[in-house]
């Protein structure tokens, strides 16, 4: 019988090395690396509580700092109120790919988001969701959460037509309206090499 499970059990940690192999996030080699690394996105939020539900909650993303910036005295000794309030979070890397959330305290309230497909001078945040199958549920049902496009199998074309990306595709609004892309990525990212072995 031990032996008889032997060649699934090999298929299985197959299939495991060509999803992390395609999937979790490594350096570029040494001789394609430039001297710019893209360290942090920061969101201007209107209220950071509103938007920890959905990345520290939701995704699971680690608060590493939360502080308040710009209190303090001045020059007369008087107190003065932080104007800041910064959250960052970290994925899977201790240096890029971090996502901040600022929140300006010395601003009037804002007038409320609008829930559309970024424009010109908008962003779009793609994350890859492992297992976006089954956290969707828990996205979908976050406060200020608004969902625009549920888990939907598609694919991008391949650099230079070489067949193509196959991606579970979803999209949600965040609680200041930033459209973000929530993806499961199935086939092998563009720029990175095809695991050895394997075929379109």
């Known amino acids: ?18 999803v992390m192999a395609t999937a979790i996030a490594a350096p570029v080699p040494e ?20 938007s920890l539900p959905l990345y520290r909650d939701a995704l699971g993303l680690n608060v590493i700092y939360d ?4 209190g303090g005295t001045d020059a007369d000794g008087k107190a003065k109120s932080p104007t800041v309030r910064l959250v960052l979070l970290r994925a899977n890397d201790t240096f890029i790919g971090v996502l ?4 300006r305290l010395n601003i009037p309230p804002q007038p409320e ?9 908008q962003l779009i945040i793609v994350m890859n969701v492992a297992d976006l199958d089954r956290r ?7 406060a200020n959460v608004k969902v625009e496009t549920r888990p939907t ?48």
């Open 1 to 18: 019988m031990r032996h008889a499970r032997l060649p699934l059990l090999v298929c299985a940690m197959a299939f495991v090395w060509v």
């Open 31 to 50: 001789a394609s690396r430039i001297p710019v690394d893209i360290r942090r996105t920061t969101l201007v939020v209107r209220d950071i509580d509103k």
């Open 67 to 70: 502080e308040l910036i710009g």
């Open 100 to 103: 901040g959330l600022m929140q």
């Open 113 to 121: 988001p609008q829930f559309a497909k970024a424009m010109p001078g």
């Open 136 to 142: 969707f549920a828990t996205i979908e049902s976050t």
């Open 153 to 200: 199998l598609i694919e991008y074309p391949a650099p230079g037509g070489a067949g193509k990306i196959p991606v579970l595709f979803s999209a949600v609004w965040d609680a200041d309206g930033n459209y973000i892309e929530l993806n499961k990525l199935l086939g092998t990212a563009a720029g990175t090499a095809r695991p050895a072995g394997s075929s379109d």
